[in-house]
């Protein structure tokens, strides 16, 4: 035999030597949920997650940062007396988001901070965007005014040092809006991250009862994608990168790694994945009931993730990963 492929395989160093892929820290970004009060609260649909207080948000970023993640995109769990069905409280400069960014700016200067724009968690429809309600009862969704808070919620960000924003709701012309309106306000810096491709999907349960952030009617399939489309995906790369997005966003991952690898061949810029709630509810929940090795399982997944072709990925994993890493090495 000529070809023995097992030669490469043979030892932890050729292994090394020739692994296509690494993960690291650096390529991880964390998602954390904050709200207002003085307590650290459990979360009960998604375990050992945390809804922080602004201090423990502080503290929880900044040992992930020194641990080695680069990044935290942040959540609002926002009291229900504070919804509306315009979603006002999305962009109060004195609200929980901005104080949240001016306390990680202040303590660790040198964390990117991203913040996601969209009205679920500030609206009392639980919808992305704001609702009307057609003669026959259907629900509209209603884009362009919607993309007018959206604006409103950005700069708001922006002014109370967000250094990318991250907009989750899947209304048409976005981003485009979005670069305007944080270009007109002078945040020419300010990157957008968009959720270029973002299904609807059943994997994003766990992170609503986070945040108590359900649709209180009807499902978002009006805005976000059919899961059983792929060409749909890259007419939404095209139309982001023109409209200005600095990178673009596959979600959810695992299940996605098709449309990471299509997005991958269609656009220049960096894409991150978002390995999400259920993802992370699956992968904890197998592993707390001792039915699967947690940390090979979080390792693969976000190699595959990676090896599909994401440059970045957001994971609930990520501060454990900085973790295994440094204890590693
Ligand atoms: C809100 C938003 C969602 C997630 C991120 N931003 C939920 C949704 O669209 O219903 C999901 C993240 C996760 O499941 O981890 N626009």
């Known amino acids: 035999m000529l070809q023995r492929p097992r030669r490469n395989r043979k030892s932890p160093a050729i292994r090394n030597l020739v692994r296509e892929v690494s993960l690291s820290a650096k390529d991880l970004i964390y998602p954390l949920f904050v709200h207002e009060g003085a307590k650290n609260v459990a979360i009960a649909s998604m375990p050992s997650c945390t809804r922080w207080s602004i201090e ?13 993640v680069p990044a935290v995109v942040i959540f609002p769990a926002v ?35 991203i913040t996601d724009v969209a009205l679920d968690p500030y609206n009392s429809d ?17 884009n362009d005014e919607t993309v007018e808070v959206l604006c409103k919620q950005a700069v708001s960000h922006a002014v109370a040092g967000a250094d990318i924003i991250s907009p989750s709701d899947m209304m048409d012309g976005r981003v485009g809006a979005l670069r305007a309106a944080l270009d007109t306000a002078g945040f020419t810096d300010v990157s957008i991250l968009s959720y270029t491709a973002k299904y609807a999907s059943a994997y994003y349960g766990p992170f609503r009862g986070a945040l108590d952030s359900s649709p209180k009617a009807g499902d978002k399939k009006t805005y976000q994608m059919d899961y059983a489309n792929v060409r749909e995906a890259i007419r939404e790369v095209i139309l982001d990168e023109d409209e200005g ?9 695992g299940a996605y790694l098709d449309i990471i690898v299509k997005l991958r061949e269609n656009t220049t810029l960096p894409i991150a994945a978002y390995q999400v709630s259920g993802e992370y509810l699956m992968i904890k929940s197998a592993a707390d009931a001792g039915w699967l090795d947690e940390k090979a399982v979080v390792l693969e997944s976000l190699t595959a993730i990676k090896r599909a072709g994401a440059d970045l990925i ?10 295994w890493e440094r204890d590693d090495c």
Not at 56 to 66: C, D, F, R
Not at 98 to 113: F, N, S, V
């Open 56 to 68: 423990g948000l502080v503290k929880e970023a900044g040992e992930a940062h020194a641990l080695g």
């Open 79 to 113: 009291p229900e007396e504070k919804k509306n069905s315009t979603g006002d409280e999305s962009y109060n400069p004195d609200g929980l988001i901005p104080r949240a960014l001016k306390a990680l700016k202040a303590a660790h200067p040198t964390l990117c901070l």
């Open 126 to 142: 639980g919808h992305d965007g704001i609702v009307q309600v057609r003669p026959d009862g259907e629900l509209e969704i209603l």
């Open 245 to 253: 997005a600095d990178m673009v966003m596959v979600k959810p991952a």
């Open 314 to 323: 957001l994971s609930y994993f990520a501060k454990q990963v900085a973790q």
